[in-house]
């Protein structure tokens, strides 16, 4: 069979790596993927398509070809384990050799890109310049940096590929490369001003304009051709496609790597980087795919598109909203019949020339949605758990697919109710002709995005207008095509390959930040993400008047199978006129935002991994460090006995002749005094320095303990009642009775549920049992004000229910395999088990201890 021209395999290339992360139908793909390639028109905004630098050799391409393989984010399941040594091997060079011939190539194009900014920095200073300084920054913007990579790859990977051997590795060589592409995404954010500066300054200069469109690129050293004529534009794109091609010889050179090969899990690594990365700019790369032409022949692009849910007649909807480059239009799925292309029909548009952003003083209040229960959320995430753990049983023991469907879809429903009944987040759009629109989002992040896509949009000259229904048609027809989410955000739409994510503790340092152009009131928040959407978890104080905030704060943040961390940082509001009439909180403003991947092999480590995170021109520098689910179950005694953290509770209250230990007694009536209201009181971790000062106050019984939690920040207070439950030898609710309170949670007879909950308190020791009813009460008293606090029943039986029962080291080793089992089998028990006695009526001890309920299994 003929190998793919280098034309059709970039084009393959792009598809089929961009939208790796997205499941296909087979109509999709074959419409999305085979459609005749054409060139983009002249005049048009569309990205220059061009690449003559072999991928791959012919071999692979060929096969590749044959079977209709498309790229996966890991090789398919069992092909490497069984690659035959010589010929993976041989396989391996082969690759290597063809990449390496397309590397050269590239780094010549970059040099010939290079190659005139020297002279025309010379001229910048001088009376007569061609181009200006700020200009010349803006076209070959990071080029060099970009060479500079590259170059040293070459000369590392070369002599490797030349002097080839069966124990060569070059692994590491692949995952330096992947780790520094925080330098595409600068060039990439970069690219559109780049190309609109060259075209500008083409136009209004004829030097440039010839130095342009004549750039001379070097032939391969065993070429004829000594140079090649390319235009500046053309190159301009070269370092946007090369990072697909890198991602797809990484895919090719793991399908031909021994899984026992050293460079196997590096080669894995690098894959794993380069993916994520595509997939986070894969809205920004390509508009030739975007582009729509208006029945007047005008281009109208998407820009970006997502799910919202919509709160329309009272009620939430979940829709599909499309922003194109001068309207916004809100859509949702048509129902089809088997077999039929799927169609959206449109609810509803805006011309961006009539949109507007109401101010939070002016906005009306919300049309009344009622809230969804919190306890509602909560069985929906308990469902969800369960079901995964159905579905990986069946699977392991070759279940039936009929039977793993019927599962999956119970828990496509549920992770749908889900995702449309936890947003709260307001985002309100207007006509200015017209009526309001209001959406509910679960993170101040999307927010901003979709209102700094829209704003940006603005800038631009654009006219309002009126569609016609052909008009219509034609742009709403587009979207199925143009879209670039393709499923709604569950985890029942991902790949059986995709990450699980990470469940434990996230160790985050927020250090420091710069590039504010004035002083201002400034503090940082970080989400993770959690059952498909984003939670906010811990919020730095405000540094009050100053351009370079030095927060150096440390928070520890529990993961359920997150993948991203995001950082936001805001100016603080002081200003009390300024109240969102949505929800009553003063609305702060986002200076800047940034998300990174939780990479399991970065993460991972007992070492801090620090990273800095750019946005809008701001640099946040952060560290952060992971601990898994069960090495946070190893409780560690303290082996000072005059201490309070890590001591036996009965030890305590015995040598502070107290019935609740003092730590409890203070930083519960802290909390009760001016943390009451706090909003995510126990949810929002305090800063880790100042709750280690705390422990070493209460260990050491200083006498300035009332002093210091007077002037300490109310997180911190609240994470140090946390963390003394948590380093208890023993949970309260202790390990020998673990196994009993996950059995009588599950009973289903109302009245058999209560004798044993009843009778397992009453079996506690008595220290253990009045600490217990004290927090209990505690916590009730702050869910009484959910409704500035935000702090539900629910939430609090979330936030304490795995420090307060929890299995031993020993059980936790027997019964479970994983650590999304540990939160599936475990986690969401014992959230149900402190559930129960907070929504029980007073449990007092003295009526406890009176009552000889009789309860037949002895515990």
């Known amino acids: 069979m003929e190998p793919l021209s280098h034309r059709g395999l970039a084009r393959l290339s792009w598809i089929d790596t961009l939208y790796s992360n997205f499941s296909y139908a087979a109509d999709d793909y074959e419409a999305e993927g ?24 012919p071999q692979l391409s060929a096969r590749s070809q044959a079977s209709g393989d498309r790229v996966s984010p890991t090789p398919p399941e069992g092909l ?45 200073t001088t009376s007569q310049p061609v181009l200006t300084i700020q200009q010349i920054e803006t076209i070959f913007y990071k080029v060099q940096d970009i060479y500079q990579i590259h170059k040293e790859f070459y000369d590392s990977l070369c002599p490797k590929v030349q002097q080839w051997d069966s124990q060569v590795t070059m692994g590491h060589l692949f995952q330096k490369l992947a780790s520094q592409l925080g330098v595409y995404k600068a060039f990439v954010d970069n690219y559109k001003v780049a190309l609109e500066t060259a075209e500008k300054c083409s136009q209004s200069n004829n030097q440039f304009q010839k130095i342009s469109e004549e750039l ?9 051709d000594s140079h090649t004529s390319v235009t500046m534009e053309a190159l301009l794109y070269k370092p946007i496609d090369r990072v697909t091609r890198s991602t797809l010889v990484l895919h090719d050179l793991l399908k031909h790597t021994p899984v026992d090969h050293p460079d196997y899990p590096l080669l894995q690594d690098a894959l794993r980087i380069s993916q994520n990365f595509l997939s986070s700019i894969n809205e920004d790369i390509d508009p030739r795919r975007t582009a729509v032409t208006t029945p007047k022949g005008e281009t109208r692009q998407l820009v970006k598109d997502g799910f919202l849910v919509e709160v329309s007649e009272s009620s939430r909807k979940l829709r599909h909203v499309f922003l194109f480059t001068d309207v916004l239009l809100c859509a949702k799925l048509k129902k089809t019949s088997a077999g039929k292309h799927q169609q959206y029909d449109c609810k509803w548009y805006i011309p961006l020339a009539d949109l507007v952003f109401p101010s939070p003083e002016e906005s009306e209040a919300s049309p009344q949605v009622q809230p969804f229960p919190d306890h509602e959320l909560e069985d929906m995430k308990m469902k969800i758990s369960t079901l995964k753990s159905e579905i990986q049983k069946e699977k392991a023991n070759k279940g039936q697919s009929r039977a793993i469907e019927r599962l999956k879809k119970k828990m496509f429903e549920n992770e749908f109710l889900l995702l449309l009944n936890s947003p709260t987040i307001p985002f309100r759009i207007h006509n200015r ?79 420091s930040a710069k590039g504010f152009k004035q002083s201002a009131n400034l503090y940082c928040t970080l989400e993770v993400d959690s059952f498909g959407y984003f939670v906010s978890k811990a919020k730095t104080r405000v540094f009050r008047d100053t351009a370079e905030p030095k927060w150096d704060e440390e928070f520890e943040i529990e993961l359920e199978g997150s993948q991203s961390l995001r950082i936001l940082c805001y100016e603080k509001c002081y200003d009390k006129s300024k109240v969102n009439k949505d929800n009553n909180e003063i609305v702060d403003k986002i200076m800047g935002k940034g998300q990174i991947q939780l990479d399991p092999q970065t993460v991972e480590t007992k070492n801090w991994h620090t990273d800095v995170i750019e946005m809008n021109g701001i640099k946040v ?47 519960v009536e802290e909390v009760e005094k001016r943390g009451i209201e706090e909003v995510g009181i126990y949810r929002i971790s305090g800063v880790a320095t100042d709750i280690q000062a705390l422990k070493a106050v209460f260990d050491a019984n200083n006498k300035d303990i009332l002093l210091m939690l007077s002037d300490m920040d109310i997180n911190a207070i609240a994470g140090t009642l946390k963390l003394y439950f948590r380093e208890l030898p023993e949970p309260l609710l202790t390990d020998r009775l673990y196994l009993a309170f996950m059995e009588g949670i599950a009973l289903s007879d109302p009245a058999a549920k209560e004798n044993c909950m009843m009778h397992l308190l009453r079996s506690l020791p008595d220290p253990n049992l009045i600490t217990f009813l004290f927090l209990l009460e505690h916590l009730k008293r702050v869910a009484e004000k959910e409704p500035i606090n935000k702090m539900s029943l629910h939430n609090l039986a979330t936030v304490f229910g795995p420090t307060l029962l929890r299995p031993s080291e020993v059980e936790s080793k027997a019964h479970l395999t994983s650590a999304a089992d540990i939160w599936s089998h475990d986690v969401m028990a014992q959230v149900q088990v402190l559930l129960y006695y907070l929504q029980h009526p007073p449990i007092s001890f003295a009526e406890l201890k009176r009552n000889t309920l009789y309860f037949s299994t002895d515990v």
Request: glycine share 6%.
């Open 34 to 57: 085979h459609e005749e390639q054409k060139g983009p028109p002249e005049g048009s905004e569309a990205m220059p398509y061009i690449d003559e630098s072999p991928t791959m050799s």
């Open 80 to 124: 490497a384990p069984g690659v035959e040594a010589g010929k993976g091997l041989e396989m391996r060079k082969l690759v290597l050799s063809g990449f390496l011939a397309s590397e050269e190539i590239y780094i010549n194009q970059l040099e010939a890109l290079l190659l005139p900014m020297k002279p025309l920095k010379a001229t910048a």
């Open 216 to 224: 001379k690129v070097k032939g391969p050293k065993d070429s004829k």
């Open 433 to 511: 002709n017209g009526k309001s629109y209001l959406f509910l989002l679960s993170s101040d992040y999307e927010r901003s995005e979709w209102r700094e896509a829209i704003q940006k949009l603005q800038k631009k000259d654009l006219q309002a207008f009126v569609l016609s229904s052909v008009e219509l048609q034609v742009l709403t027809g587009s979207c199925f095509k143009l879209r670039t989410v393709h499923n709604i955000p569950v985890t029942s739409n991902k790949d059986d390959d995709e990450s699980p994510g990470l469940y434990g503790f996230l160790h985050v340092i927020v250090h």
């Open 621 to 667: 520098e952060f560290s952060m460090k992971f601990t898994s689910r069960d090495m946070s179950l190893k409780r560690t005694p303290s082996k000072k006995q005059t201490g309070v953290f890590g001591v036996k509770i009965s030890v305590v209250t015995k040598r502070e002749r107290s019935k609740v230990p003092y730590i409890v007694r203070q930083c």
